[in-house]
């Protein structure tokens, strides 16, 4: 069930689709919400988010291993080369996903406890070593190899979260791939260590509906 509650810096309805997700960003001024026993809290003002040319947007539905989903968050990330996203997905049950985005490919990704990861090699990572890219890495009986590493920088976020992201947050993330479309994901702020694994996705496999219009682009079958 929805929460309602006003946005203690302007007064707009808020509302919060999941209980399990304790930041929001006000649509109306942009203020990053924090959710509590006590009420609502502001954290700050999100930036604006920058133009993109991405086709998914806040509100786009869709379908993933039988489970519809929807589209309720996104937190947009910068480094040296470039930019991505990551969109949450608040499934039926209740459960969330991440949706990642760089480009024109997508990860389907769910966190999952770094304290029941084994490898030797991620946990020094998460202690604050280097991730050497090339290098193999045994996870949960599967091989992958660290594909990607880099500092990045949050840009701004939108939505709903399940964590506030405010601009100018520093992330180590570091990528895995493996076989069959496999991967996995290590972030590092400093502080804490999260970690994600899933699969590469083509868009037009989790059935999307109510995609971004973009100017000069036609909507691909599959999305009308």
């Excluded at 304790?22 to 006590?38: E, I």
């Excluded at 969109?87 to 949706?99: C, D, H, N, R």
């Excluded at 990704?109 to 202690?127: C, H, M, Q, W």
Aim: proline fraction near 5%; glycine fraction near 12%; include cysteine.
């Amino acid at each position: 069930m929805s929460l309602h509650l006003p946005c203690p810096n302007c007064g707009a309805d808020v509302v919060f689709r999941s209980p399990a997700l304790p930041s929001r960003v006000c649509d109306t001024c942009h203020s990053m919400l924090v959710r509590s026993d006590a009420g609502v809290t502001q954290f700050g003002i999100a930036a604006a988010l920058p133009f993109d040319v991405s086709p998914v947007q806040i509100g786009m539905r869709g379908v993933d291993e039988g489970q519809a989903f929807e589209v309720i968050g996104r937190v947009r990330w910068s480094w040296t080369d470039g930019a991505w996203n990551e969109w949450l997905l608040l499934f039926e049950g209740g459960g969330t996903a991440w949706l990642g985005e760089a480009m024109g490919q997508f990860l389907l990704l769910r966190e999952y406890p770094f304290g029941e990861v084994r490898s030797k090699t991620l946990r020094a990572i998460a202690d604050g070593e280097r991730a050497q890219i090339g290098q193999k890495v045994e996870l949960f009986g599967r091989k992958l190899v660290i594909a990607d590493a880099r500092q990045a920088l949050c840009i701004t976020a939108e939505g709903e979260l399940p964590f506030v992201a405010p601009s100018g947050w520093q992330a180590y993330n570091v990528d895995l791939r493996g076989p069959d479309g496999a991967c996995a994901s290590l972030q590092r702020d400093g502080r804490t260590t999260s970690f994600y694994q899933g699969r590469y996705v083509m868009l037009a496999e989790l059935a999307p509906r109510g995609l971004r219009a973009i100017e000069g682009w036609a909507l691909p079958d599959y999305a009308a």
